[in-house]
Each structure stands twice: as structure tokens, then as C-alpha cells.
């Protein structure tokens, strides 16, 4: 590091016309050093796994000297610019196109700019540790909400921040949105909501506050200063963590009924435990970050998976899903995860390591060869957490992995080796977990969901339900217990399908599956043992009420424009409905497990709420 710049470097982002979807920006950058500069814009953001090359969508980049000449600029990579400079000041233009509404991109329109700061902040000679000030130019009327702070002597559009990294930690959205604030431990925040559906703002913000509460309880306080929830509430859903904010995307119409709403809760329960597990609890390889390439780690089940479990167990533990929801959304997982033959073929570790090329780049043949590190890593969770339990009498839990983690690492600010997960939970454990991380973290053995979820007196019923059975009048006014049995075997073809056109189109032959290397993913399919298939509803409905497993019938798709006849002998389609009971008598055990997991007791009157 020999004589480099201490210059502070002052953005200036203009949205005053939003609806070009063009943001421009300038960089001032004062005493600068003589010599060759480079300016980088990263390849991806950090929480989003995927190399996104915002590049793209940057244009019309110049320099100029303290003179206010031009200086010779020449792109030196696809996200690299250099620039010769005879010292002084220098300012750099540019524009980027905001076109792209998600969480990790940037959008612009006659209602709003939002942006994450990867795709629009250049940065200076690899320097991600100088200060950056902020000035926003808005059209009359806007404001901003977003976790910089603001400029001492602000007017609410001027912010700064210590380094490159947390400028471009904090999206900004900038608008006529709605905007909520409450304190939680003496701390504001700012809730920004932009768009609308069917959701209640009040309540929306009220439930908001409440997983504030208890996840702030659960670690023992806030480590920030302020936070700010950005919501978009329009066609998509999604989230993305930062250091003291997140922007969580809700499809306009979930906010109803509350099955829907209950994973808009654990939307925001997720992003918001992650400014523990992920953005303070790390390993080395996510942060600092580089940002000009990926970078690897084999933990994501453990960032990923276990916000997810953690997301809703919390809601659940903070009153806002009663236990039946939450274990309806755990028996929900368990069928996604049960359903997909990836979870015998790669593990959470090469899940992992693979995310920017498999998790966020799937093809047709994924749910065969991959498992979501999101999916199983948060059934791995609930494995570690029983396991952690039992070993230690209901002294210890998973909980206190995290809080060790944080503890040693989080608050001083520094990631960990990869190995140091494991040394944590066996630490907490009091012993060896090799054969677990062998079988279920690098291997790719079933989980033993059953024999865990038995420990609290929990068990997993398989059903397969066919809406279409005729059933004997006799069963439909037998007891409860009616609910509990499954319908005949339903015939079945093994392929996930997808509309084109209205058609039913072959997105995935389950392998192994009874269509596997007979029909290929984009198969038209047009007829199913002579008759017409219009659409996917009536291929499921023809397979459930004309045809049973085992028997041979002749599938007619088109394949690249050709009509082909394929011979496949049905299948028996897998249980279409999980559902996880408690059993009738517990042990004192399994009824001590229970409630300290679910943090309720065991219910007195089972019998009359079994019917509710
Ligand atoms: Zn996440």
C-alpha cells in the first residue's frame, strides 16, 4: 500500500426522471495521486449468489480532470475501468438503466427508484475501505428511507458511510412510499412500503415489530444503531439481507388467507434474522467480500437452511403462528424435500459450493441431481437441534450454537474457517457429530425425520388423497380417524409439466419415475391413451379417475414439432398430503421436548382440539 488516495468518495445519484429508467450518476473523487486509476462495479451482491453483471447495464462512463477536461478512460475488464490522471481532483459520469424489479437489481419508474448499491457505485483502485457521502436528487415531493446514515447537517438526501462495503449494504428506495417507524430497545425503525395489494399496513407493521421483539430477545439486543425494512409489494416474492436493513418483495395477493400470509411473515422472520446469521455470524469467505468473482463456502445450508428453520420456529415462538401452522408449514417442507430424487444425489455441502451454478441457474434435470441447501438445510437444523437437545438432557439446543457463534465471532466483526460450524455444535453437543456431518451435511442419507420428530411425540402421516374417489357413504360419516387414511393408489407418470400455451409441456421426468428417459422435458403432451389432453388439469384428472398404477398406456406428444407415440407403465404417485400429529399419550419426555422447542405446553384438551 504505498502512497494510495485518502479521498473520500462523493456520489451524486440523480432519479429526477424516472421514466427514462435511467439513473445518473457522479463521483467526485478529490486529491487524487498522478498515475493510473481503475474503477469496478461488482460482478454480484453478497446475500444473492448469482453473478449478475451489472455491468450491463451501465453506460456513457467518462472522466474528467481537475481542469474539467476529459481524461482518456479505457475499459480494461467487463467491469473495470482505468483512467490516467495527473492529480487533483477527477470526476467520473455515468448512467445505468434501472429497469429490473427485484431485490438485488434496480428499478426505476414514475413511482419510485430503488436500487442495491452493487449496480450502481463504482469503486476506486480496489479500495472498498474508503468513506463514501451520498446525495440523492429527487423529483419534487420523494423521499428516501434506507440504512445509511444520514449526513449530519442532511436534509433527509444526503447520507454517508464508512466504506464501500456498507454503501452498497444499503439499498435505497427513494418515492412516495408509505413509511412506519416504531423502537424496539430505544432503536428506530423504518418500515417503507412501496406498492399495495390485499395486505393491512397497520397489521402488516404491527407483526413486523413483533419479530423485531423476539428475535432481539433471542440474541440478547440489536447491534445496530437504526433499521429499515424496504417492502415492494407487487408481481414477485423474495428477500435480501443486509447489515441493518432488508428489502422483502410480496406478491400483492399473499397477505390472504393466512396459510398464504404465514410465509409473508416468515419472508421478513428470515431476512431479518439473517443480520445475525450470515451478515455477523459468516464464514471467511462472506466477508470481506470480493467482489469481482465468486466466492466459495460449503456452510450455506447452515446461513441459508437454518434462517429458514430459525424464521419460523421464532414465529412460533413469538405467538404469531400457533404450533398447527407451524407444523403445517414443516410438514409442507418435508413433502418438497421427500418429493425431489436431487436430496440422494448431491449433499448440503456441494449444494453449497455450487449455488452459482446450480441453485440459481437450474435446468431441467435439478430436482434429479440437486437439493436446495435452503430446503434440506433447514430440516438438517431441526435434526441438529433434537440431537443437541437430547445429548445434553434439554439443557442446550441449537439456539446456543448460534449464540456461541456470534458470541466468538459476530460481535468482534470477523468471519470463521469452515470447519469452526462443526467444532461449535460439538462443542454445545459435548461430543463427536462426525457421523452426522458425514451422513446427512456431506452425504446424501434420507434424514430420519420420523424418529426425530417422534422425540417430541410428533408423527408424519403420509397421505395420498385423491379428490375424485368416490367413497362409500358409510365412510363419510365415520369418525375423525377418516382423515387419517389415504385413498387408493393413484396412477402416476413421474414428470413435473409446465403451460405453454395453455399445453402441458414436460418441465422434468422424475429419475428414477416411471416416464424417465421415455418423455423428455419439452414434450408437448396431446394425448394420454387416446385421449385429448388439453391442459395440465385434465392429464391430473385423467390419471386419477381412468388409469391405475402399473398398467401401460400410450403417451402422444409432440417433440420438436413431431408427434410421437411413448409407451410408459404408470407409476404409483407419491403421498400429495403430509400432515404432522401429535400422538394421543405422551411421555413425560417427548411432552418436555415439545414445549421446550415450540415454547407451548402440551395441550390439555387434545380431544376437542383435534377437530378445530
Ligand atoms: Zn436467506
Not at 194 to 223: K, Y
Not at 462 to 484: I, Q, V
Not at 506 to 514: K, N
Not at 562 to 585: C, F, H, M, S, W
Request: glycine residues 8%.
Amino acid at each position: 500500500m504505498t502512497s494510495l488516495p485518502t479521498t473520500v468518495l462523493r456520489y451524486t445519484v440523480d432519479c429526477r426522471q424516472p421514466a427514462t429508467h435511467v439513473l445518473r450518476v457522479r463521483l467526485v473523487l478529490e486529491d487524487l495521486d498522478p498515475g493510473p486509476h481503475t474503477l469496478t462495479l461488482p460482478v454480484w451482491t453478497p446475500g444473492s449468489y448469482e453473478v449478475k453483471d451489472y455491468a450491463r447495464h451501465l453506460f456513457d462512463v467518462r472522466a474528467f480532470g481537475p481542469d474539467g477536461r476529459p481524461l482518456a478512460l479505457e475499459k480494461t475488464r467487463k467491469n473495470v475501468w482505468r483512467f490516467d490522471h495527473p492529480g487533483g481532483s477527477a470526476t467520473v459520469t455515468y448512467s445505468v438503466f434501472a429497469f429490473e424489479l427485484g431485490v438485488s437489481s434496480l428499478h426505476v419508474d414514475g413511482t419510485h427508484a430503488y436500487w442495491n448499491g452493487a449496480g450502481v457505485f463504482l469503486f476506486l483502485d480496489g479500495r472498498t475501505d474508503l468513506p463514501a457521502d451520498l446525495t440523492i436528487e429527487a423529483p419534487p415531493g420523494w423521499h428516501v428511507s434506507t440504512g445509511l446514515d444520514p449526513a449530519p447537517d442532511g436534509d433527509g438526501f444526503r447520507f454517508r458511510a464508512p466504506d464501500y462495503d456498507v454503501l452498497i449494504d444499503c439499498p435505497v428506495e427513494v418515492g412516495t412510499h408509505r413509511r412506519f417507524t416504531f423502537d424496539v430497545d430505544g432503536k428506530p425503525h423504518t418500515v417503507a412500503i412501496w406498492g399495495s395489494g390485499n395486505q393491512d399496513d397497520e397489521r402488516l407493521v404491527a407483526d413486523t415489530r413483533r419479530i423485531v421483539e423476539t428475535q432481539a430477545a433471542f440474541f440478547g439486543g440489536l447491534p445496530y444503531r437504526h433499521y429499515t425494512f424496504i417492502f415492494h409489494i407487487a408481481d414477485r416474492g423474495g428477500g435480501l439481507e443486509h447489515l441493518n436493513s432488508t428489502t422483502c418483495a410480496m406478491p400483492r395477493h399473499r397477505f390472504k388467507p393466512f396459510k398464504h400470509y404465514r410465509h409473508v411473515l416468515g419472508l421478513i422472520s428470515h431476512e431479518f434474522f439473517h443480520l445475525w446469521n450470515v451478515k455477523r455470524i459468516h464464514p471467511e469467505a462472506l466477508g470481506p467480500f470480493d467482489y469481482n468473482q465468486e466466492v466459495y463456502t460449503r456452510l450455506l445450508w447452515a446461513m441459508e437452511g437454518f434462517t429458514d428453520y430459525y424464521a419460523y420456529l421464532l414465529l412460533r415462538r413469538g405467538g404469531l403462528l400457533s404450533v398447527r401452522d407451524y407444523l403445517d408449514v414443516l410438514a409442507e417442507d418435508i413433502k418438497r424435500y421427500e418429493g425431489l430424487p436431487g436430496r440422494k444425489v448431491q449433499s448440503l455441502s456441494e449444494s453449497s459450493f455450487d449455488t452459482w451454478i446450480k441453485l440459481y441457474k437450474p435446468d431441467a434435470d435439478s430436482p434429479n441431481r440437486t437439493i436446495s441447501y435452503y430446503l434440506k438445510g433447514g430440516l438438517v437444523a431441526l435434526l441438529l437441534d433434537f440431537e443437541i437437545r437430547r445429548r445434553t438432557r434439554l439443557a442446550k439446543s441449537l439456539d446456543d450454537v448460534l449464540r456461541l457463534l456470534y458470541d466468538r465471532y459476530g460481535r468482534a466483526g470477523r468471519g470463521f474457517p469452515e470447519h469452526a460450524y462443526q467444532d461449535a455444535v460439538e462443542e454445545v453437543a459435548g461430543g463427536s457429530l462426525a457421523d452426522f456431518f458425514a451422513r446427512y451435511i456431506h452425504g446424501v442419507d434420507d434424514l430420519p425425520l420420523d424418529l426425530t420428530l417422534a422425540e417430541a411425540g410428533l408423527r408424519i402421516l403420509r397421505l395420498t388423497k385423491n379428490p375424485d374417489h368416490d367413497r362409500p357413504e358409510a365412510e363419510d360419516d365415520a369418525d375423525g380417524d377418516r382423515d387419517e387414511v389415504s385413498d387408493p393408489p393413484v396412477a402416476w407418470l413421474g414428470i413435473e409439466t409446465r403451460s405453454e400455451d395453455g399445453r402441458p409441456v414436460v418441465a422434468t421426468a422424475y429419475d428414477p419415475g416411471p416416464a424417465a428417459g421415455l418423455l423428455y422435458p419439452g414434450d408437448e403432451i396431446v394425448a394420454l391413451a387416446g385421449d385429448r389432453i388439453a391442459d395440465a388439469k385434465a392429464l391430473g384428472e385423467r390419471l386419477r379417475i381412468d388409469h391405475e398404477p402399473g398398467r401401460t398406456v400410450t403417451v402422444a406428444v409432440f417433440r420438436r414439432g413431431r408427434l410421437e407415440l411413448v409407451d410408459v407403465t404408470l407409476g404409483t404417485a407419491p403421498p400429495n398430503q403430509y400432515r404432522i400429529k401429535r400422538v394421543d399419550t405422551p411421555t413425560a419426555d417427548q411432552a418436555a421436548l415439545y414445549e421446550a422447542w415450540l415454547a407451548e405446553p402440551w395441550p390439555k384438551a387434545e380431544a376437542s382440539e383435534a377437530r378445530a
